[in-house]
């Protein structure tokens, strides 16, 4: 971790304050973040393990609103990142962090940023391992680098997908994307725990840690569902050179999206290319169905089948609705809003 | 590495046609990065090796100058952490990237950036794993988690150093900082070579790739010059639990900064505290001096001795002037542009 001395002292709270109170605590269980007191983290990689490292990048504006409570935009920040690693199969292992936070931030934010960090490293068992922290002229801007641990050679590939492989979906699909138009006032929900559960997908997605690592040997092609459900298909489909069919009345709901799509029925298209869903999608041989419920009910998490792959254009998606006719979809993927 | 569908298409260049001529070329040569196409990178690291992780982020406005070439721009943001694994005895192996980026940027901005990295991978032996691409409504954001490789246990700590120990410094100190005041026009300097020299010191600076893998074994404590030379000797003291001295008159200026200082001896000051060096500092028991010499041999990089560790206050500084009386330094470190 590069730092910088403030030469404003006089300052209430300068770079190696805030590093000192708000980051340290969180690589205080990591022997290879060194305190954040060097200017690297040095870590070791388990023998016969390879590591697995994405990136992810936030901006107030684009990827989160300015409203948003900052434990929920920590937690949100780590968990894309945590879905890319259980997409991959792999186990996380450490993360560093860069804030780019304006000068006249309230210190309360940060405060509640440290905490959501600090509750989701526990809970998703992964150590801060260094970072930087600089100002900026714009707005809130955060990426993480999250790193993972998966046996050597059996990282799960987008491209490993084989006509005639079934297509499976962990959770449920829709509820951030319905729950974007709740927080923007274009939904109306009345029912109260309805309204909290979509809102909550949002703002807290759920990475599929405790299913993207049993996937490996079952799994034939695998990632996380950000861009909608549609667009990640095509993108499974095109890295394994296969066509796909998506079956949009198999497509799981949770209670609360059931019954804003029963209200019009349009909403379906929501859901299924809304995005910013964070479930896993995957492939798997017809053989391995059996595994993949095995794998559903040890991990508490259900999966359920949706569809398949076969040969044809690669990367083409045809969704059929519940009477077996195609379904023409207004939008495939959507951009920030 | 995350990515989104463009719902624009109509768009001249989402952010998958970015990657796709930007970024993946830059990612050809490295498996790991799987040509940039899944969730994450994945790879190895060799047995008996230690990975070395260090993060550093940019801000146009705080870190560069808007005006900036964008070679320029990813040369720095690649050096600066070429430069934290060099401190740390580490050799360069992979990085990650991401850009927040204004929607009107040029594109020309963005294939000037993807150039200078380009050169800098090759010039540097570093691949690009993966990253993050997502625009922003503020100025424009970098940042970069590079990876090293060292032989477990072998890396070098801030915090090595002992009484005793001689203080060096490698290549020149104070050519950023007085180059900053050439870039705003509050220093002029006639001659052009010098002009060059300065100004391209703190657009370039170059990192000691060469001289840091070699100090292993050598050194006690180490590391990268960047808040200025003063504070820096301030950190190494610090966490190495000893006071230090610096001997003001030993400090090594190249022939453009030392021009300037003789027309004003207050600039030694610039110098000395200016920071955005990227040089190595480091303290080695005397007994290595032999050891040291033959690195900066090896290394073609001249390395100076410039004081001394000593028992005392932790992290107190004595910068002592070419007759060996205190000087009395105004600003011990700085903060950003």
Redesign the interface.
Known sequence: ????????AARPL?EFGRIARYFKPLAAGFAGA?GL?????????P?G???????????A???FLPGDAAEDVAAKLLR?NLS??A??G?EPY?Y???T?LPKDLPEEWLAGFARGLGEDQRRYGIAL????S??????V?L?V?A??L?P?GQ?L???GGRPGDAVFVTGSIGDAALGLQVAFGTLDVADAEARAHLLGRLRRPEPRTGVGPRLRGVAAAC??V???LV?DLA?LAE?SGCAAVLEAGRVPLSAAARAVVDDDPARLATALTG?DDYELLFSAPVEHRDAVAAVAAEAGVAITEIGRLEAGEAGRVTVLDGAGAPLDLP??????F
């Open positions: 971790m590069a730092r910088r001395t403030d030469a404003a300068g060194r007191a060097d200017d690297a983290a040095v870590f070791g990689v023998d393990r390879e590591l697995v490292v994405t990136v992810d990048a936030m901006v504006g684009v990827h894309v890319d690693l997409a991959m792999a450490a560093t962090l860069v780019a391992a260094g970072g930087d600089v100002s900026t002229a714009g707005p801007t990426s680098t790193m993972g998966v050597a990282a590939p987008r491209g990632l996380d950000s861009d909608g667009a993108h890295e995005g939008a495939r993927g959507w951009t920030h």
